[in-house]
């Protein structure tokens, strides 16, 4: 009985793990799009990076981290609590990542990084982008007005001097021909 509840256990366990491995997670998604839309830059997931942090913002030599609220122990989160089984196990797996968190910062920190966490739930809240704004400030290259849809090549249409030259002229000739003279 005993050796049957713990694989089930296990089971359950490293399919759980396997989502906090995952990239890609809803929170961060989320708070890529709003950075998107913000129009701010970023790279994701930089492996030649301490922790290849989620996300990268070069010009603003800025990491975000996405928190997921239970994995990482949001202080204070409702998100958080403890569970009721196996609390041996679930407190010293919550130690190790609040140490692996406060070391993957710290490196970042020392290459020059500022790093900036975002949690689970503030993800989820409406003011993220005026947040991530705030944190963040101008984002280059942006005007400011979210809705309006830039070419994406601002100077395309206008300077094209690669159109083929004869096509305008062989317009100019022709249509004096056939356009024609007379009803009859
Ligand atoms: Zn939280």
């Known amino acids: 009985m005993q ?3 713990n694989v089930l256990d296990d089971a359950a366990r490293r399919k759980m793990m396997a989502q906090f491995r995952s990239k890609d997670t809803k929170p961060e998604i989320t708070v890529r799009r ?24 070069r010009r603003h030599r800025t990491i975000i981290l996405v928190h997921g609220c239970f994995w990482h122990q949001h202080d204070g989160c409702r998100d958080a609590r403890m569970p009721r089984t196996r609390q041996d196990y ?19 920190t020392a290459l ?5 966490v975002i949690w689970e739930c503030d993800a989820r809240k409406p003011e993220l982008a005026s947040h991530l704004a ?3 400030g101008h984002a280059p290259g942006h005007a400011g007005l979210p809705s309006v849809k830039r070419p994406r090549r601002p100077d395309g249409p206008r300077a ?12 100019r000739s022709h249509p004096r021909r056939s356009v024609p003279t007379g009803a009859d």
Do not use: C, M
């Open 3 to 5: 050796v049957t509840k």
């Open 134 to 136: 705030s944190v963040l």
């Open 160 to 171: 094209t001097p690669h159109r083929p030259p004869t096509s305008r002229g062989i317009q």
């Open 34 to 57: 709003a950075l998107h839309r913000l129009g701010y830059r970023f790279r994701l997931h930089r492996r030649d990076l301490p922790g290849t942090p989620d996300i990268v913002l």
């Open 90 to 108: 679930w407190s010293a797996k919550f130690q190790r990542n609040s140490e692996r968190d406060a070391k993957i910062t710290a490196a970042l």
């Open 112 to 116: 020059g990084w500022r790093v900036l």
